[in-house]
């Protein structure tokens, strides 16, 4: 009985620190950049105002995937995104990333401008965006 309290535990334990949103992330470009590949710390240089090479989108503020995307990427939560990217506009060496609602609206917008870079599940992926980095 103890064992089966035990394992029980154990079992629990590992579900609940699971992320509550845990699906393959990419990260994505318009087809027509000339972007074939990125690693990690190449993107979040990007997502998180140290270059400005492209112009990243965000999803929503409260999104599951945004919150994942940034832990996945950068080892950050998004208060830590929120603040380091506060620390740049104060300074005025970057601008925040547009927020957009949803996987529909990063694509569309990434379709729409080559300088343009994204995340979205996946599973959304189709020939309007280029995936060049995917976070397991």
């Given at each position: 009985m103890r064992k089966?309290?035990?394992s029980t535990a154990?079992?629990?334990a590992a579900v609940l620190s699971q992320p509550a949103f845990s699906t393959e992330?990419?990260?994505v470009v318009n087809p027509k950049n000339p972007a074939s590949r990125m690693f990690s710390d190449q993107a979040s240089q990007f997502f998180l105002?140290?270059?400005n090479m492209f112009v990243p989108l965000d999803q929503a503020e409260k999104s599951p995937i945004r919150a994942e995307f940034y832990q996945k990427l950068a080892n950050k939560d998004v208060?830590?995104?929120k603040a380091a990217w506060a620390k740049i506009i104060f300074t005025g060496k970057g601008v925040m990333p547009v927020e957009l609602h949803s996987t529909a609206e990063v694509k569309k917008a990434v379709a729409a401008d080559?300088?343009?870079i994204g995340y979205i599940e996946k599973s959304a992926v189709d020939d309007t965006v280029k995936a060049i980095?995917?976070?397991p």
């Open positions: 089966i309290i035990l154990l079992v629990c992330i990419v990260v105002g140290k270059s208060s830590q995104v080559i300088n343009a980095l995917t976070l």
